[in-house]
């Protein structure tokens, strides 16, 4: 599967093509996020360097440089990409499902999978994005919201389905999103991408137990 955060660094055919100008630019621009996230995902952003993505995405200086005005502005670039496909994974996943429930379990298995599949990916995501200054804290402030926003989504729809469940408070509903965070950071800073995975009980369980109480929690675990 081809996506924005694993794209190939396979470069355009030599000699006359059919592809208009902004297709080119499209999946330079693909090459450059990609490069990026592989070679921060490995090196860290602080030892980046402009000329270590242009390498591993096979473009010119000049070429990046008509696309992103730094390096800053390319891991942003990167960061935001891996956010929005990520959320994309996880709605297609959740809304799947007949039932609030089982959306949520499809909804963190697509989340951990995500990961475990992409190691350089989570570690820009979850490390580098710290320390990468200012700006960057405003795009990770930005994605804790969006999720806090899907959080809420899903709140409404179990509210729905299951009438009497209690109304999760805005501030719960990001603590929730900081622990699913805070559980997957510390497997990648420990490089236990891989085993990602084996989350999936805990947060289940801990959504759920926000959601709808112990019980529905345990059940789910159980099943």
């Given at each position: 599967m081809s996506t924005?955060?694993?794209?190939?660094?396979?470069?355009?055919?030599?000699?006359?093509?059919?592809?208009?100008?902004?297709?080119?630019?499209?999946?330079?621009?693909?090459?450059?996020?990609?490069?990026?996230?592989?070679?921060?995902?490995?090196?860290?952003?602080?030892?980046?360097?402009?000329?270590?993505i242009t390498h591993r995405a096979r473009v010119s200086r000049d070429t990046f440089y008509e696309q992103f005005a730094n390096k800053e502005a390319c891991f942003l670039a990167a960061y935001d990409a891996t956010t929005r496909e990520l959320l994309d994974e996880m709605v297609a996943a959740g809304t799947s499902q007949p039932s609030y429930v089982e959306g949520i379990r499809d909804g963190v298995r697509a989340y951990l999978r995500f990961w475990s599949e992409r190691a350089d990916a989570a570690r820009v995501w979850s490390l580098d994005i710290l320390a990468a200054g200012e700006e960057a804290l405003v795009h990770r402030e930005r994605t804790l919201e969006s999720f806090t926003r899907l959080f809420q989504a899903i709140a409404e729809r179990a509210a729905t389905e299951q009438p009497g469940l209690p109304t999760v408070p805005d501030l719960v509903a990001r603590a929730m999103v900081v622990a699913g965070v805070e559980l997957t950071t510390r497997y990648i800073r420990e490089d236990r991408v891989s085993s990602l995975?084996?989350?999936?009980?805990?947060?289940?369980?801990?959504w759920l137990m926000v959601f709808a109480g112990h019980e529905v929690a345990a059940a789910a675990v159980a099943t």
């Open positions: 924005t955060v694993q794209a190939g660094t396979e470069r355009l055919p030599r000699g006359p093509h059919r592809l208009s100008r902004k297709q080119v630019e499209n999946h330079q621009r693909a090459r450059i996020i990609a490069a990026m996230i592989a070679v921060a995902g490995t090196k860290g952003y602080g030892s980046t360097t402009i000329g270590d995975p084996e989350l999936e009980s805990d947060v289940l369980y801990l």
